[in-house]
């Protein structure tokens, strides 16, 4: 039993790299995902504001990761100046 749940585990983090760029394009509000500034500074303003609960509640860094990008903005693995997850 514990070989199936291993594998079970194995094939949902290979599901979820195979779609990692789709859920960044996602986060980041780029591509098809992308509805214009208004939408994006919206949704980073969201964000900011969830990082900064974690962060006074005490779970800061540990449910959250954050780096800036080359943009400026999220990155795949993400910042606390731009509140994306990792």
Not at 17 to 35: I, K, P, S, T, V
Not at 58 to 85: F, I, M, V
Request: glycine share 10%.
């Amino acid at each position: 039993m514990q070989d199936a749940s291993a594998q079970i585990i194995q094939d949902q983090i290979a599901y979820y790299r195979a779609r990692a760029n789709e859920y960044d394009e996602w986060f980041l509000r780029q591509g098809r995902y992308d509805h214009g500034p208004e939408w994006r500074q919206q949704w980073l303003a969201e964000v900011h504001e969830v990082q900064q609960r974690s962060t006074r509640s005490g779970l800061g860094e540990t449910c959250w990761s954050w780096r800036r990008g080359p943009d400026g903005g999220p990155s795949s693995s993400h910042d606390t100046q731009t509140g994306s997850l990792r």
